[in-house]
Structures are given as structure tokens and as C-alpha cells.
């Protein structure tokens, strides 16, 4: 059983479109992380949450944790070919804990 | 600052052969994991380290696969022997324990390991 899952899989779009990616679970996490990671190398943190409803911008990028700190979404606008590569959420049932991962979007952005 | 570094980057060897990958964490931080990594899915931990001592190696297959990390620093993982389903890439993160309830974890490019 797969703690967090993420959707879509896979997202081949077009540059300048707007996309959403997905990370769901049934269980609680006390902060829940987002990471991407290029071909050949280690996935790289993007961002942190913690407060249930938290919402952070990174540039284009726009993270939300839910209210009851059970999923997040992250939303990217006016996609870029730069953006490509594979997203990973990750959660924490307690600090100090290791990371659960999801298994990840690979998005693709063509110009 | 250096990052997390790893080697070999890549390794090939023959079913049955035994392997070892190295890992030196960023200088300072006291947690190192280990993650198994297949195509296209999210890294799964192996085991976690708190300075030399291995804190959660539920999730370690050990009858062939072994760790160790001699005076909390540098980190070794081992497989023996190794099977065809072991290819994967292998990750290390290192993390150090601050004042915050988060620990941001910082990975190594990775060890890609195929099994013929």
C-alpha cells in the first residue's frame, strides 16, 4: 500500500501551460516536503510544509498543504522546458523521522 | 560547501558478485540515510543512521545487504551477493538536526547499480 500517491504519473504539456500535481494520503503527516529531481542526480528540496492550510510561492511555483495535513498540490504556472523532470512529495509522520515518498510526477514541457 | 558525495557513480557487475557503495555526508550533519531508487518511482529508505548508530534498518534486506558507519561520519552499503532485481540507484542523504520540527534532507547524485 502506497502511503502518499501522487497524479498524475506522468504530464506531457505544452510550455507556457498552467499544471497541477497531486499528493494524497489517508494518514496524517507533521510536514510534508516537495522535491524534484533531474536525470542523474539526487532529488533536490523545493519547499516545506507544516501548517495544515500553508500556502508557499517559489516563483511560478505555488505549494498548499491541506487543512488536515493529509495531502498537498503543487501548481506551476506558465510551465517552462526548464521545469521538466520528476516531482516527489514526501511526508513525515514525526519530525525527526524518515521521509515517506510518493512515487512521483515525471513532467515533461515542451517548447 | 560540498554536498553529499557518492561513489561510483555508476557500477555493472554480474549476478552473484558482491558490491559496495560509498557515501561522505555534508560535513557536520549526523543523520545519513540510505534510499533504493527504481526507474521512474520514489527513493524508499533503507536504513537511517543517528551519528553511528543504525536507528532504522527495518526496510534493509539483510540477508545480503549491509551497512555500516564507522565513527558517524563516512557510510558504506553493502550487497552479497547481489541479484538481478538489486539495480536500482542508490541514494544517501544526510541531514542535520536543527531547532526546527523539520530536517531537510540533502542527496547525493546517486550510485546507479545494474545487475546482468
Known amino acids: 500500500t502506497q502511503l502518499l500517491e501522487q497524479s498524475p504519473q506522468f504530464l506531457s504539456i505544452q510550455e507556457g501551460e498552467n499544471l497541477t500535481v497531486y499528493c494524497n494520503s489517508s494518514?496524517?503527516?507533521?510536514?510534508l516536503q516537495w522535491y524534484r529531481q533531474e536525470p542523474g542526480e539526487g532529488p533536490v528540496l523545493l519547499v516545506t510544509?507544516?501548517?495544515?492550510?500553508e500556502v508557499k510561492k517559489l516563483k511560478r511555483l505555488t505549494f498548499q498543504f491541506g487543512d488536515a495535513r493529509k495531502d498537498s498540490s503543487l501548481h506551476i504556472t506558465a510551465a517552462q522546458p526548464g521545469d521538466t523532470g520528476l516531482y516527489l512529495c514526501?511526508?513525515?509522520?514525526?519530525?525527526?523521522?524518515?521521509?515517506?515518498f510518493g512515487k512521483g510526477t515525471t513532467l515533461s514541457v515542451s517548447s | 560547501e560540498a554536498g553529499v558525495v557518492q561513489s561510483p557513480r555508476y557500477k555493472i557487475i554480474e549476478k552473484k558478485q558482491p558490491v559496495a557503495f560509498w557515501c561522505n555526508p555534508i560535513?557536520?550533519?549526523?543523520?545519513l540515510y540510505w534510499y533504493l531508487q527504481n526507474l521512474g518511482q520514489g527513493p524508499e529508505l533503507l536504513i537511517r543512521?543517528?551519528?553511528?548508530?543504525?536507528?532504522?534498518d527495518s526496510q534493509l534486506p539483510k540477508d545480503r545487504f549491509s551497512a555500516e558507519r564507522l565513527k558517524g561520519v563516512d557510510s558504506t552499503l553493502k550487497i552479497q551477493p547481489a541479484e538481478l532485481g538489486d539495480s536500482a540507484v542508490y541514494l544517501c542523504a544526510s541531514s542535520s538536526r536543527g531547532s526546527s520540527s523539520t530536517d531537510t534532507q540533502y542527496f547525493g547524485p546517486g550510485t546507479r547499480l545494474t545487475v546482468l
Open positions: 494518514s496524517v503527516f507533521s510536514s
Open positions: 514526501a511526508g513525515a509522520k514525526q519530525a525527526g523521522t524518515a521521509l515517506i
Open positions: 560535513s557536520g550533519h549526523n543523520t
Open positions: 510544509v507544516v501548517t495544515g492550510g
Open positions: 543512521y543517528e551519528n553511528e548508530e543504525a536507528v532504522d
